[in-house]
């Protein structure tokens, strides 16, 4: 029995498989523009809500964020250290490639006051509340 089928035949992965995995896991060679989407928390404190993502093997500088609206999405590209062969593989589950992900804030947000940290691989972006109160009372006049 071959080393590498001990790994792949249990999960019943066949060559046409590996084959399909590796070309969804990397951007296609016809298909530049294809993203991965860039896994996320989202949270809210008392003034703010944070989003939290990692993003191991980007350089700060490589990492696009902007706010439209109340949609803030990240972009960016995780560029792998060399070519390897499809079959020296025995797993391949990280994304290489151009990454994205857009989210709908569920609240207004002051755009000037953002502040982004990319701190061990962990990009946490604080987006402080526009309007920390849940409601304002309007008085109605007679």
């Known amino acids: 029995m071959d080393y590498k089928e001990f790994f792949i035949t249990p999960q019943g992965f066949s060559e046409d498989d590996l084959q399909e995995l ?3 896991s990397q951007s296609a060679p016809g298909a530049p ?9 989202v949270y809210q404190t008392d003034g703010a809500i944070v989003v939290k993502t990692v993003v191991a093997g980007v350089k ?7 706010i ?6 990240i972009r960016g590209q995780r560029q792998a250290d060399k070519k ?10 990280c994304y290489w490639g151009k990454f994205s992900r857009s989210i709908v804030l569920p609240v207004e947000v002051k755009q000037d006051k953002i502040e982004a940290i990319f701190k061990n691989g962990v990009l946490t972006i604080t987006l402080p509340k526009a309007n920390a109160e849940k409601s304002v009372r309007i008085k109605v006049e007679d």
């Open 22 to 24: 590796e070309t969804k």
């Open 33 to 41: 523009d294809a993203e991965g989407q860039l896994a996320v928390d």
């Open 60 to 66: 700060p500088e490589d990492i696009q964020i902007s």
């Open 68 to 73: 439209n609206n109340e949609v803030l999405t």
């Open 84 to 93: 390897i062969a499809a079959d020296d593989f025995y797993y391949r589950e």
